[in-house]
């Protein structure tokens, strides 16, 4: 018998053959993204340790047995074990979250050896979640804040022939699901003609589309839709490229073509070396920069599509057009906006029950109802937040790798101060989608917030590297310097942030401003949040109390705004 690890204070004992069982089950489900080799691989641990000869497993008697290398073979100078055995571990926690989510049984492998370790789970807990919405009357097209880096263009007639030739509008027919961007990536051209570069053209594309594949908000295609099948639509963006060698490297060259209007909105080149320790990471390094660059929020994809305006769009569109106004309100994050995004979100919902996405989103709208709003009823305060974490949980119960869901559930149960179950759920996500460099940042926020300014920081750091777009990356940049003592840095970020009419983005900059000594800038804070913000001002502990988790923290930053000005209460 194997022995299993405690589940729900019970220990059990799992018979081999349950755990053939669950092998079984996830060898043969379409969701477990493993390569035939790492099948082999978990198939290999699997029985070597029900078999009892887990102390046999090793990096070098899995390269041999299962890989084929030969007897020289030198873990020490060849990672390929310990790179395959990441590819795996990440394939059983995306299993588990999706196809494998009710499982009884679950296979892990744990870092620092190849050994699996097997357990019982508890049963889910269900979730019925009573969300009341009075649904909008209109869906409103998006409202686009002017920002640097986003150029909205509206090209009205031409945009609307290209909708009429890619079949997007109605036709009188009322479409089913909201419109999702569908993304083909084309088989990539072999230039040099060699064994050699046909497997590693064959194995870049496969990599870009198994990154492309953890963004839920588009559709990735590997083929061409045949025939006139109407429910199929068209992918209106198409991802070419080619491979190239040369003695001693590769260079990689892809292409995004935009249908709509047969633009090339985004082209790169990548080059990687040849040895084969190195081939491995290097294909991975490049499928990640191709998949963040089109398919993140307000990567290219997104921002073409926020350029295109539809004319009289068809239910679908307008869904789709709904969380485009949420990523141009977070641009500026104002209450008129937020208004006008909530009711669309609301109406998109209310006509497509299980778009995972748009729940997603809805549910960070309520949780900005109840953050930036100081209205200083409590009742109402709590209500916006269960709103949210319902919300939250209806996207996750649809979709458990949707990562807006899981965002949105991450940040209501912290608000909720369940700060560890809100951080479980951060480091799980991460690991779903590491590319995604906006929740890259809210994760880094929460963990900052919850007091581990190190690594929090340290994560924003590297989504704003990754995606310097959006402003709220330097607030949070801010926040950091300021809680390490760097307050020329936090002055710094302060002023390069674009939020103007946000009042926790003054209520940041007079604490800045009045611990760094800068009178003048700290004065303007405190007067704009006195005019502006009165019950804010009346309810700053609480405020504060909400946003930070440890208590010297509270205490520091309210001190901070007394040097500022601000009277505030013992």
């Known amino acids: 018998m194997i022995r299993a690890e405690p589940a729900a204070g019970r220990e059990h004992r799992l018979a081999p053959e349950d755990c053939r069982a669950q092998l079984a089950l996830i060898l043969n489900s379409a969701d477990f993204d493993a390569t035939d080799r790492e099948r082999r691989f978990l198939s290999h641990v699997v029985e070597e340790t029900l078999a009892g000869r887990g102390d046999r497993i090793k990096a070098y008697s899995i390269a ?85 880096w986003l150029t909205v263009v509206l090209a009205a007639t031409v945009a609307a022939l290209a909708v009429l030739a890619l079949g997007l509008a109605s036709g009188g027919v009322s479409p089913t699901s909201p419109e999702i961007p569908r993304l083909l990536v084309e088989t990539f051209d072999d230039l040099s003609g060699t064994e050699a570069s046909r497997a590693i053209a064959s194995g870049l594309r496969q990599e870009v589309v198994g990154q492309l594949s953890k963004f839920k908000d588009i559709v990735v295609v590997e083929s061409a839709a045949k025939g006139d099948d109407p429910s199929i639509s068209p992918s209106r963006f198409v991802l070419a490229g080619s491979v190239s060698l040369s003695t001693d490297a590769f ?184 590319n995604d460099t906006e929740f890259m940042g809210e994760y880094g926020e929460r963990l900052a917030v919850s007091g581990n300014w190190h690594d929090g920081c340290q994560l924003i750091a590297e989504a704003r590297q990754k995606n310097p777009g959006p402003g709220y990356y330097d607030v949070d940049l801010a926040l950091c310097s300021y809680f390490s003592g760097d307050y020329p840095q936090a002055a710094m970020w302060i002023n390069k942030s674009p939020f103007p009419s946000n009042p926790v983005y003054h209520l940041l900059a007079a604490a800045v401003f009045g611990e760094g000594g800068y009178k003048i800038a700290a004065d303007r804070e405190v007067a704009w949040l006195n005019q502006n913000q009165p019950d804010l001002v009346k309810n700053m502990r609480q405020v504060v109390s909400a946003r930070l988790a440890r208590s010297q923290d509270v205490e520091f930053f309210l001190g901070s705004l007394r040097k500022a000005g601000l009277s505030i209460a013992d």
Request: aromatic share 10%; with cysteine; net charge negative.
């Open 64 to 148: 041999v047995e299962v890989f084929g290398r030969d007897m020289s073979f030198d873990p020490q100078t060849d990672p390929i074990v310990r790179i395959e055995a990441g590819h795996l571990r990440r394939g059983l926690e995306r299993y588990y979250l999706t196809a494998g989510h009710a499982d009884p049984i679950l296979i892990t492998i744990p870092k620092g050896g190849y050994v699996p370790t097997f357990s019982v789970r508890s049963p889910p807990e269900t979730i019925e979640p009573d969300l009341p919405v009075e649904w909008a009357e209109k869906v409103p097209t998006p409202r686009w804040m002017k920002a640097s």
């Open 251 to 434: 260079r990689l060259r892809v292409r995004l073509l935009n249908r709509a209007d047969n633009s090339v909105p985004w082209a790169e080149s990548y080059d990687g070396g040849l040895k084969v320790a190195e081939l491995v990471e290097v294909q991975t390094d490049i499928a990640r920069n191709v998949s963040s660059s089109l398919a993140q929020a307000y990567g290219v994809i997104f921002q073409a599509d926020a350029n295109l305006h539809v004319v009289n769009p068809p239910d679908d569109w307008a869904a789709y057009s709904c969380t485009l106004s949420f990523y141009a309100y977070r641009v500026g994050v104002d209450a008129e906006s937020r208004s006008s995004v909530r009711a669309c979100l609301e109406k998109a919902v209310d006509r497509f029950p299980t778009y995972a996405t748009a729940w997603g989103l809805l549910s960070l709208i309520y949780i900005d109802d109840y953050r930036f709003e100081f209205s200083g009823d409590s009742a109402e305060s709590a209500a916006a937040l269960d709103r949210a974490l319902a919300a939250a949980r209806r996207s996750v119960g649809l979709d458990p790798v949707n990562i807006r869901g899981r965002q949105a559930e991450m940040v209501a149960l912290y608000f909720h101060k369940e700060i560890d179950a809100a951080l479980k759920v951060g480091k799980q996500t991460l690991t779903i989608n590491p």
